[in-house]
């Protein structure tokens, strides 16, 4: 008897400790993920439920109403990836940013299995359309190289966020693509060469480094005339080779492109001019390039194009980036899905 319930004792001890078993992300990020809140687990050693990111997002039921958290255990995992609209609330979750890798290695001017170019959209490594995707510690690349546009990230969905992934591209590295869509992107790494952040959506890059490879325009906004928001930069980095002297910080994409830097470091290798117009003289007044608080040695604003601006006290209490997320509903994501799945500070 005394045998039997020392075995019992010694099975739910087993038990609660499954149950308090955690995913624990690499030294630098700063998640560690309860067992009880994953679903499903990627692995390509086979220890999860899937090899494959695709066969774990297939899986997720369609217009599900609750989020699904999905972990994927470090590994390349070379894959063109696809979120459909149906795909909703979903969160993929890395074990390590610099060893969770996504990677494609498509290129606008590769051709379909029509004899067709596949185009910059065609491109793209992994698209984003169900709404409220969240990413974590996961690196998406094109591998393609400096053969012109090819797209690691190209994300319509709106309300979508990464918190601390990286973007590893050259030309057009991201493409926030759906005019509708708001985007935020918290402690990540982009690099890439020309326009490597480009699209019509709005976004929020939150304390992010911004690594240029090239001399070359960082940013392509396409903001539509009636957006009121396109793209800003809070509190980044922005970094570049040894070689790069001499970046823009963006030009106009579309006619009505708006850009704001605040309070960002901004390295030597910025030009003093600051902004391009895309050989576009019309584009210098419909389009809204401006600056606030920036600091470093490329944010000396003494010989920006006179078109830019420096935000005044009232425009910036605009620029913020709840003002800028929220939207009619409202949306908020340091209350909303960061707080529910990471130790947002």
Same mark, same amino acid.
């Given at each position: 008897? +005394?045998?039997?319930? $020392?075995?019992?004792?010694?099975? =739910?001890?087993?038990? @609660?400790?499954?149950?308090?078993?955690?995913? !624990?992300?690499?030294?630098?990020? +700063?998640?560690?993920? $309860?067992?009880?809140?994953?679903? =499903?687990?990627?692995? @390509?050693?086979?220890?999860?439920?899937?090899? !494959?990111?695709?066969?774990?997002?297939?899986?997720?039921?369609?217009?599900?109403?609750?989020?699904?958290?999905?972990?994927v255990k470090n590994g390349v995992y070379n894959e063109k990836l696809i979120l459909p609209a149906s795909k909703q609330l979903v969160s993929l979750i890395g074990e390590s940013v610099d060893k969770t890798i996504i990677t494609y290695g498509d290129w606008a001017q590769k051709k379909s299995?029509?004899?067709?170019?596949?185009?910059?959209?065609?491109?793209?490594?992994?698209?984003?359309?169900?709404?409220?995707?969240?990413?974590?510690?996961?690196?998406?690349?094109?591998?393609?190289?400096?053969?012109?546009?090819?797209?690691?990230?190209?994300?319509s969905a709106d309300r979508s966020v990464f918190f601390n992934c990286r973007f590893l591209g050259f030309q057009d590295t991201l493409f926030t693509y759906a005019d509708n869509s708001r985007q935020y992107y918290k402690n990540c790494y982009i690099e890439g060469t020309t326009d490597f952040i480009f699209g019509w959506s709005t976004a929020v890059f939150d304390e992010c480094v911004i690594h240029s490879l090239k001399e070359s325009y960082i940013t392509a906004a396409s903001t539509l005339q009636n957006t009121k928001y396109g793209y800003l930069f809070y509190k980044c980095k922005l970094t570049a080779e040894p070689t790069v002297k001499m970046m823009y910080l963006g030009r106009p994409w579309r006619n009505y492109a708006k850009t704001v830097f605040r309070e960002c470091e901004l390295g030597a290798h910025i030009r003093p001019e600051g902004w391009h117009n895309w050989n576009k003289p019309v584009a210098e007044k419909t389009s809204f390039y401006a600056e606030y608080g920036n600091y470093g040695p490329g944010a000396d604003?003494?010989?920006?194009?006179?078109?830019?601006?420096?935000?005044?006290?009232?425009?910036?209490?605009?620029?913020?980036?709840?003002?800028?997320?929220?939207?009619?509903?409202?949306?908020?994501?340091?209350?909303?899905?960061?707080?529910?799945?990471?130790?947002?500070?």
């Amino acid at each position: 008897m +005394k045998n039997i319930k $020392l075995l019992a004792l010694f099975i =739910l001890f087993s038990f @609660q400790t499954l149950l308090a078993q955690t995913f !624990t992300t690499g030294a630098n990020e +700063k998640t560690t993920v $309860l067992m009880d809140s994953i679903h =499903l687990v990627v692995a @390509q050693d086979g220890s999860g439920n899937f090899t !494959t990111l695709q066969a774990a997002i297939n899986a997720v039921p369609d217009y599900r109403k609750k989020r699904t958290n999905i972990f994927v255990k470090n590994g390349v995992y070379n894959e063109k990836l696809i979120l459909p609209a149906s795909k909703q609330l979903v969160s993929l979750i890395g074990e390590s940013v610099d060893k969770t890798i996504i990677t494609y290695g498509d290129w606008a001017q590769k051709k379909s299995i029509f004899g067709e170019e596949i185009g910059t959209s065609g491109s793209a490594t992994f698209y984003v359309y169900g709404r409220d995707f969240y990413a974590e510690n996961i690196t998406f690349q094109n591998s393609a190289g400096p053969v012109g546009q090819a797209v690691a990230a190209h994300v319509s969905a709106d309300r979508s966020v990464f918190f601390n992934c990286r973007f590893l591209g050259f030309q057009d590295t991201l493409f926030t693509y759906a005019d509708n869509s708001r985007q935020y992107y918290k402690n990540c790494y982009i690099e890439g060469t020309t326009d490597f952040i480009f699209g019509w959506s709005t976004a929020v890059f939150d304390e992010c480094v911004i690594h240029s490879l090239k001399e070359s325009y960082i940013t392509a906004a396409s903001t539509l005339q009636n957006t009121k928001y396109g793209y800003l930069f809070y509190k980044c980095k922005l970094t570049a080779e040894p070689t790069v002297k001499m970046m823009y910080l963006g030009r106009p994409w579309r006619n009505y492109a708006k850009t704001v830097f605040r309070e960002c470091e901004l390295g030597a290798h910025i030009r003093p001019e600051g902004w391009h117009n895309w050989n576009k003289p019309v584009a210098e007044k419909t389009s809204f390039y401006a600056e606030y608080g920036n600091y470093g040695p490329g944010a000396d604003i003494a010989k920006r194009v006179k078109w830019s601006q420096q935000l005044t006290k009232k425009q910036a209490a605009e620029w913020t980036v709840e003002n800028v997320l929220k939207g009619d509903d409202g949306w908020n994501p340091a209350e909303g899905v960061l707080k529910e799945i990471v130790n947002f500070k």
